[in-house]
């Protein structure tokens, strides 16, 4: 999930200008991808924050770096109106939609990576078992083929397929370890990241129009 590399000052060499200037040792800096890059799809373009949140121990470091995660994960809060904006989201740039039936307060660090790691490739909702999700969460269990009633309550996931006419796939892995979840995912994500949206048949994109490669 994270890269950790160390530079030793004590060499006498000059730093690599990524890691900018830096008033005194140790310094923990970190360095993630901006959300919104100038070049669409860019991962070079980097925000820069230094390490001010706590002790530096195991404990909190690792409290830090998990806050500090992307997350492109859309979580539904409202039911149904909330759900069917994330689908039209989905349909309008081909991508698709993987459902994850969560039992958690907050997203996951597993969820938050993964989101990540395939962002563009797949549009990645979670909907929590709260009380404006009920209806919706026995509703989609049901469309999806959710053979017992008692799983509403339980974490399960499902892949929707760009398009029509596809059936949806469930996650029938026991265990929601990351390298599984990433196994699936991979199998059902788009090859390559979708930067626009797509365009109608019949319609003509308009020469000022805004780009929406920001939109998730």
Do not use: C
Not at 121 to 148: C, H, M, W, Y
Not at 183 to 205: C, N, R
């Amino acid at each position: 999930m994270v890269t950790i590399a160390y530079w030793d000052t004590s060499g006498g060499s000059r730093p690599p200008r990524l890691l900018g200037e830096y008033s005194g040792t140790p310094t923990i800096r970190m360095f993630t991808p901006k959300r919104k890059p100038k070049n669409p799809g860019s991962v070079s373009e980097k925000s820069v924050m230094d390490y001010q949140h706590g002790e530096r121990n195991a404990k909190d470091l690792r409290k830090f770096l998990e806050q500090q995660l992307p997350n492109f994960v859309e979580r539904v809060k409202f039911g149904k109106d909330d759900y069917q904006k994330f689908v039209d989201k989905a349909d309008r740039f081909g991508l698709p939609l993987v459902v994850v039936f969560t039992t958690k307060a907050t997203t996951s660090t597993t969820l938050k990576w993964l989101s990540a790691e395939y962002r563009r490739r797949v549009f990645l909702i979670e909907i929590p078992p709260s009380d404006k999700n009920l209806e919706l969460r026995t509703e989609l269990l049901t469309q999806f083929g959710a053979g017992d009633s008692d799983d509403t309550a339980k974490a399960s996931l499902y892949v929707v397929p760009a398009g029509d006419g596809e059936a949806v796939v469930k996650y029938g892995g026991d265990k929601f370890a990351r390298k599984n979840l990433q196994e699936f995912l991979k199998e059902h994500a788009l090859t390559e990241p979708v930067l626009q949206p797509k365009v109608a048949v019949g319609e003509e994109k308009k020469s000022d129009e805004t780009p929406k490669h920001d939109e998730f």
